[in-house]
């Protein structure tokens, strides 16, 4: 039997201590119909009997609190709601008790901002880790000594488990399902939950509102400028002039209050003015890429495919209830 610890945190996000539970008590079902034995031994664990989440409206009954817990094969911290600094500080007393059953053998799975509290274990260091979308900036500033995955839906660091934002976390819960049954196994789970298996990246879903959480009053002009005048050729030598600031010196600044590149954050205003393009009007590729700028097809799309993980044709037909599907 495979012992799946699912951490009930305080602030958790409920749908994601109930899914994972459902998902693996579910999973036992469907090994018994194919004439094979259960495999995982579910329980609830948290620092107290009853933990009260969304102010009280859902209340959790825990199977264990912490120290009752003798051995895990799995641990699973669910999404955390509201601020996550006050999330975390409320779950200090779970953060040695993951670190002790990891060093037991236990592995370890975070789903979406759940990332906040498995990074705050220094288990992370030096390793990737995927989390929700919107968080990004929080998470880099929080935890520099630990790369986000930027896109991903999942990340696999050797037993250490992460997945990208709100409901990707399925994937997860897939991934590792069929890790500890069988392809077969997690392609019904996936039929019936109605789950996407093999979808591997979250940029499609990412609105890109642009970094400006920082002080750096010339970095914030010159992001200002460009949001404006996207659609122009700009330069990097042109923005670092624009602000009086010396070339080397911009680009160090604008990386670092930013997480992008110039090129790159000039790329990725571009690609979403585009979505939005695409996402509420009837023109053609070559009437958007223009429009936003580009001038080489296969540059923008090779771009696009990069940013959001669908080609311009794909998102336009996905999120386009009056798409035109040729091109």
Not at 100 to 124: D, I, N, P, Q, Y
């Amino acid at each position: 039997m495979k012992k799946v610890s699912i951490l009930v945190p305080e602030s958790a996000v409920m749908e994601a201590v109930a899914d994972p539970r459902y998902l693996f008590t579910a999973a036992n079902q469907f090994l018994q119909s194919a004439g094979k034995p259960p495999l995982f031994e579910v329980e609830l664990v948290g620092q107290q009997r009853v933990v009260l989440l969304h102010d009280g409206i859902f209340a959790v009954h825990t199977d264990k609190v912490l120290e009752e817990v003798q051995q895990t094969d799995l641990i699973v911290i669910p999404a955390l709601f509201g601020d996550m600094q006050r999330a975390v500080a409320k779950n200090q007393e779970s953060i040695p008790w993951i670190i002790k059953h990891h060093h037991r053998g236990a592995e370890v799975a975070s789903l979406c901002v759940g990332a906040f509290l498995f990074a705050s274990t220094g288990l992370l260091k030096g390793k990737k880790c995927s989390t929700h979308w919107a968080f990004y900036n929080e998470f880099r500033e929080t935890f520099p000594d630990v790369e986000v995955a930027d896109g991903s839906i999942i990340t696999d660091e050797q037993g250490l488990y992460s997945s990208g934002g709100a409901n990707s976390y399925w994937n997860l819960l897939l991934y590792l399902l069929e890790k500890y049954t069988d392809r077969d196994t997690a392609i019904l789970a996936a039929k019936y939950f109605a789950i996407d298996i093999d979808r591997n990246n979250q940029s499609a879903f990412a609105m890109f509102s642009g970094q400006k959480d920082h002080k750096d009053q010339e970095i914030l002009k010159a992001q200002k400028f460009i949001e404006v005048n996207y659609a122009e050729k700009i330069s990097v030598d042109q923005l670092a002039d624009s602000v009086v600031v010396s070339r080397r010196s911009f680009e160090r600044r604008f990386k670092q209050a930013t997480g992008n590149t110039v090129v790159e954050y000039l790329q990725r205003v571009k690609i979403e003015a585009a979505k939005r393009s695409f996402e509420s009007s009837r023109k053609n590729i070559n009437e958007v890429m223009y429009d936003v700028g580009y001038t080489d097809t296969k540059a923008f799309r090779m771009v696009f495919k990069k940013i959001t993980g669908l080609t311009p044709i794909e998102y336009r037909n996905k999120y386009n209830k009056e798409t035109v599907l040729v091109d």
